[in-house]
């Protein structure tokens, strides 16, 4: 869906596509943002619905009488019905007698129904959505409902509580997950300060849990937390720098997924509490960016783009560490670089993977098991065509990958070795000649093939993972089929292996191990 944003100063209003990705506004304090999120708000009408998180708290809000929200759902409801309260106040007090308004409703239609069906089932509601979800993030805190009231109960104590014993945060999952579920279908959900509240170790998943409980709508956020605006790393990012409050107009920017936040917003990562993790990609589209926010989520993760953006940034970064004491890493592809340059690299804080590049990482054997028992498929019988795809392919290609580490290595030892002084074009023209008897191309090729022949004949799948520059080896694998999903689409596999990862399940710490042992970092 297209959105066009409000008016611009000194310019032409964007547009935008939400389509499924989140759309994060973020500006200082002051700049407006809430203004530029309020009157976009406007725009899109009944199809715009407000999530204020500083509500969760507040008894007495102040209502929006041109936005749709629980408020207003609560007053419509209270004209079409005696049975709820019309004194109750606060937004998630509202939100909460509206559920159970409406789950004693749904009870009474069960019951007439297998008044004429025994065999009648009650349909999942609302409040079923919510306290399944509520026990994912608090699996120790149980929903209960007695006698028309929402209890709630830890293992801590026998005694239940009301909604107004729950601790700040738990507020606010409470407020964040019912009042989505009251969203308009297809609505576009604005949330106000989505981090309010919430421990930063509970952001990511909760909003992610969120967004595929309401996978029907999109999602607004406006925040002035950069950690937060990482997390929602697919989407649209607009940068509000002020407004014009006479001519109703503001400054702002859309960010550019392949150049990462600018320089003016990236200076307020200076205020993170976590450390940095710089990585290759466009931020958007390239897997880097949607695999390793999930796999590091112990960093705030911002893609380079190219990999020498990436050495530069965390070289650059740490120089600074005695102001803004923060740790900066960054992770580069390892491609044909040999032992030397990964020491090099890895002894300035830049990771490099024991695989040639991002897409061998989805192939690495413990991920590949993964997901085939994720679907049901017997992981030894999945991961062993998928080795034998890949040592097929490998074979294929062994002297055209023989040839790229040949070039890649005379290439880096003519730069290393003809820096050196010289001290007229002779000695240069006589250097040059010498090295290609030093450097021996052909014995390097060759050297080469008898190494990758090797990997061949030993089955030794790791590595061949580590050398293999090949793109298309996930789909030409066949990795998603023989792993039990429906297709072949590579998109499919790294679909699931990103599935795995948003959940908190002993499957997604074996994907995270898995690449973390690929990095050096796990036993």
Known sequence: MK??????????????????????????NGSGKTRFAHRLAQSLGERAFLLKSINALNIDTIEDPTTESVNSLYHRRLGHTTLLRSDIRGELNRMIALMLHEEMLNLLEYKTRTLTDPGAHMQPTRLDRLTRLWHEVFPDNRILVNQGELLFSSPKGSDTYSVNRLSAGEMAVMYHIGCALYAPEGAMIFVDNPGMFLHPTIIRSLWDSIEQLRDDCSFVYITHDIDFVSSRGEGTVVWVRDYDPARVEWDYDILSPADGIPEDVYLSIIGARKPVLFIEGDGVNSIDAKLYPLVFKEYTVKSLGSCGRVIEATRAFNNLNGFHNLDSYGIVDRDRRDAHEVEYLRSRKVLVPDVAEIENILMLEEVVRTVASANGRDEHKAFDKVRRSIIKLFAGDLRSQALLHTRHRVKMTVERRIDGRFNNINSLETHVNELVHAINPRGLYEGFCREFNRYVHDNDYASILRVYNRKSMLAESNAAFHCGLKSHDKRDYIQAVLAILRQDTPAADRLRTAVKRCFGLAP
């Open 3 to 28: 959105l066009q944003l409000p008016p611009r100063i000194n310019g032409s209003p964007e547009t935008i596509e939400t389509s499924d990705r989140p759309v994060t506004i973020v500006g200082a």
